[in-house]
């Protein structure tokens, strides 16, 4: 059994600069893309290149912004996700959360392996207690919502790691 893999975490919001980290820390190779904005991640890739070796490419959540791109609040590029998967190669594993019927319709035509990791019970059961905090956080009439996250270790990636 491999202990480390190779992994590409291309673009998110702070929830995929922990996971970033935390893979890190668990002695994994791990490549960053579209985070150049945000701290405490490795060295951001120049380009998509080398992650057509990744054993998982992970995706941000959601995968897609308002505009259909990749959700890339960490960078000043905004990609078309068809351009992401275009650097992968077929039978790869991506990750993405919220999947879109576009995205996953994408991935299907370059055969690749798409996880909704949103769709995983655990994931959407540990994430309602952080929803709910926020909005009952959230002043009547205001647009700022209080952010909650805690991320925990998932063994979500293990299980996907698996059944290779």
Known sequence: MRNEWNIWVVGGDLRQVR?????????HTVHTWALEEAEGVPEPAADLTGAKL???VVLPLPAAGEDGRLNTPFSAQKPELAEVLDALRPGQVVCAGR????LLALAEER???????FRREELAVANAVPTALAIRHTKPGSHTVTRFCRVQRSAAITDIGNRN
Do not use: I, M, N
Request: aromatic share 8%.
């Open 19 to 27: 996971l970033a980290q935390l893979l890190c820390e668990e002695g």
């Open 54 to 56: 990744a054993d998982c």
């Open 99 to 102: 999947a879109s019927p576009e």
């Open 111 to 117: 055969q690749l392996r798409l996880f909704d990791y």
